[in-house]
């Protein structure tokens, strides 16, 4: 039976592109070919692992780190994340951006931390 494989780019790696297969996490496929991607907990919990996509489809439905508005803005979970068509992607700690505050810089408001209660979910945010 026919392997189906996709094509990544990595487009803040100069455009370096890889050939990987459909059914396994982009993180092990790209790691296998030598490209040093950041990560932790390997489950899809942690987002030490995020990377940002820039074109394609993925499918990373066991990934439990990103909230919506992290998965609208094109983030994914390399760990988990497997290609469904040939994709572009930022890597490494550049495409990690938008997803940390830094509390010391960028203190929450008081609205915010009540918006931090731990009876709410992490995707109810605007
Ligand atoms: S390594 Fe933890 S979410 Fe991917």
Same mark, same amino acid.
């Given at each position: 039976? #026919?392997?189906?494989?996709?094509? *990544?780019? !990595?487009?803040? &790696?100069?455009?370096?592109?890889?050939?990987?297969?459909?059914?396994? %996490?982009?993180?092990?496929?790209?790691?296998?070919? =030598?490209?040093?991607?950041?990560?932790?907990?390997?489950?899809? /919990?942690?987002?030490?692992? #995020?990377?940002?996509?820039?074109? =394609?489809?993925?499918?990373?439905?066991?990934?439990?780190? +990103?909230?919506? &508005?992290?998965?609208?803005?094109?983030? *994914?979970? +390399?760990?988990?994340?497997?290609?469904?068509?040939?994709?572009?992607?930022?890597? /490494?700690?550049?495409? @990690? =951006? #938008? +997803?940390y &505050?830094? %509390?010391?810089?960028?203190? !929450?408001?008081? @609205?915010? +931390?009540?918006?931090?209660?731990? @009876?709410?979910?992490?995707d109810? /945010?605007p």
């Amino acid at each position: 039976m #026919a392997v189906t494989t996709y094509r *990544v780019t !990595l487009a803040n &790696r100069e455009n370096a592109t890889f050939e990987v297969v459909a059914r396994r %996490p982009l993180l092990e496929s790209l790691r296998e070919q =030598g490209v040093d991607l950041p990560y932790g907990c390997k489950y899809g /919990g942690c987002i030490t692992c #995020a990377a940002k996509l820039t074109a =394609g489809i993925v499918d990373q439905r066991r990934q439990v780190a +990103l909230n919506k &508005r992290q998965i609208n803005a094109g983030y *994914v979970i +390399l760990c988990v994340a497997r290609p469904m068509s040939d994709v572009t992607l930022e890597i /490494g700690v550049d495409s @990690h =951006g #938008a +997803l940390y &505050r830094n %509390p010391f810089l960028d203190p !929450l408001e008081p @609205h915010d +931390l009540r918006q931090a209660s731990p @009876h709410q979910r992490l995707d109810d /945010g605007p």
